[in-house]
């Protein structure tokens, strides 16, 4: 510690000053202290009242969620007023396309199938042989009854012919012969009578003549009936059975070629093999079976060139359809394709479970596109008288944009960066649009794209 023994005192007093100066006393670092705590509570309450002031400013029902994060981008188009074309549609439904006949055709008798000769998709044209029947038993029955009734017409021949010539001579001769025993009968029984009154002749020998004298005048009498009735023919019940006898005999012929003809099945109209429900060497019948058994049915049939679309119209809408109304069908499978129609029928009572009432547009001219148990749409037009009047006009939007929660119909607009829930009271569906009555007056932004999860005052941009 030699180095220091040469300090001047004026330099150690310096030094002594310098190490006090930065000394800190406990008291003043006790308030410096205390100052930073209050300058703490103060930037807090600075950002307390200004995240108050933000929220004040915020639209009521906005989502805090999306303040400050991503903007959400959205699709838009332009609400605008349209005028009313000139097919000016007043209801537009859903049915599906049906022929407008579809026949199930099956056979008069029950059989096996002896061949089948048409295919599903098969055109087939009204007579023409679609199958055979195995037809054997029927042909051994026609065979005895065309046996039967050319018996019966041999009767009927000989009754209304008569006694032939050879017959009448015969019982002429019979006649004769008779009374020729008759007479030598008389003779002997003469004679027996003489001898007996004599006593010569025993009363036993008198009456085997008297019997045998008898007998041949009862003969005699016969020949001549069979003679009598050899002459006039037979009597007129005679014949009128053995006419009738014919008669039966006809009949059952022509029943049997009957049934030789329904062993041949052939098509009743025009058409279209829609189905084929039987297969070569099954059993069809005439009768209801369960769904092991014979089958009822060989095919159906239908004419597409006479197709209609089945629909069930709600009963608020019915006073908009009548008969004879022109309507355009668009099938789903080809949303593009426009037919004409016109209303054939609306049936005469309602669907009290569905409250609805079946109604069918016949389709004018229809083309392959077009397939029975397809969905369609069906646009009902209003009458051209009606239509001159009807030139205000209407507002149109997508049926996407529009969601439903069952109490009413809103949209999103947007406006000023944020999507504007809007309700609105919606009318009729044309074409995949739905008419604004009421809610859009006509330049809004409205929202088509984007609208999953949006919520009203959610940050939103425009996608270009």
């Known amino acids: 510690m030699a180095g220091f023994d040469n300090i001047s005192p004026i330099m150690t007093d310096k030094l002594t000053q310098d190490l006090n100066s930065l000394r800190i006393e406990r008291n003043k670092r006790a308030g410096e202290k205390r100052g930073r705590k209050w300058m703490v509570l103060g930037i807090i309450a600075l950002v307390t009242l200004a995240v108050a002031a933000m929220i004040a400013f915020i639209p009521a029902g906005a989502n805090l969620r999306n303040l400050g994060g991503k903007v959400r981008e959205v699709g838009v188009a332009l609400v605008a007023r349209q005028a009313p074309s000139s097919d000016n549609v007043v209801l537009t439904a859903g049915g599906y396309i049906i022929p407008h006949r579809r026949i199930e055709v099956s056979s008069k008798i029950s059989g096996r199938v002896e061949r089948l000769l048409v295919e599903k998709g098969d055109l087939v044209r009204s007579g023409q042989v679609l199958a055979y029947l195995d037809d054997r038993e029927i042909r051994a029955q026609l065979e005895q009854a065309r046996a039967t009734r050319l018996a019966a017409g041999a009767r009927l021949k000989e009754a209304l012919t008569g006694s032939r010539p050879q017959e009448i001579q015969r019982a002429t001769a019979a006649l004769e012969e008779a009374e020729a025993t008759a007479k030598t009968t008389s003779y002997s029984l003469d004679r027996a009578r003489r001898l007996h009154s004599g006593g010569v002749l025993a009363q036993q020998e008198l009456d085997n003549a008297q019997n045998a004298h008898d007998v041949a005048v009862a003969q005699a009498k016969v020949a001549k009936e069979n003679l009598e009735l050899a002459r006039i023919g037979p009597r007129q019940e005679q014949i009128d059975l053995a006419r009738a006898q014919l008669a039966e005999s006809d009949a059952a012929v022509r029943w049997l ?3 030789l003809e329904n062993t041949v099945i052939r098509a009743p109209v025009d058409g279209t093999v829609l189905e084929r429900l039987i297969e070569q060497g099954e059993m069809v019948t005439t009768g209801y079976v369960s769904g092991r058994g014979a089958k009822s049915a060989f095919c159906s049939i239908a004419n597409l060139k006479d197709l209609e679309v089945e629909l069930d119209i709600n009963e608020s809408d019915i006073p908009r359809v009548r008969l004879g109304q022109d309507c355009v069908v668009s099938p789903d499978s080809y949303p593009d394709r426009k037919y004409k129609a016109r209303v054939r029928e609306i049936a005469p009572e309602a669907n009290r479970q569905k409250a609805t009432i079946q109604v ?6 229809p083309d392959d596109y077009l397939r029975p148990e397809t969905n369609a749409k ?28 069952g109490s009413g119909s809103d949209v999103f607009l947007f406006k000023d960066g944020r999507a504007v829930r809007q309700s609105l009271e919606t009318g009729r569906e044309l074409w995949g649009q739905v008419e604004v009555r009421s809610g859009l007056s006509g330049g809004e932004q409205l929202i088509i794209r984007g609208l999953e999860g949006l919520k009203d005052g959610d940050r939103v941009a425009i996608k270009q």
Do not use: C, H, W, Y
């Open 257 to 259: 070629e009957a049934q």
């Open 360 to 365: 069918k547009v016949a389709i004018e001219a």
């Open 378 to 405: 069906v646009n009902f037009l209003e009458e051209k008288k009606d239509m001159a009047g009807a030139r205000e006009s209407r507002i149109l939007i997508p049926k996407t944009a529009i969601m439903s929660d």
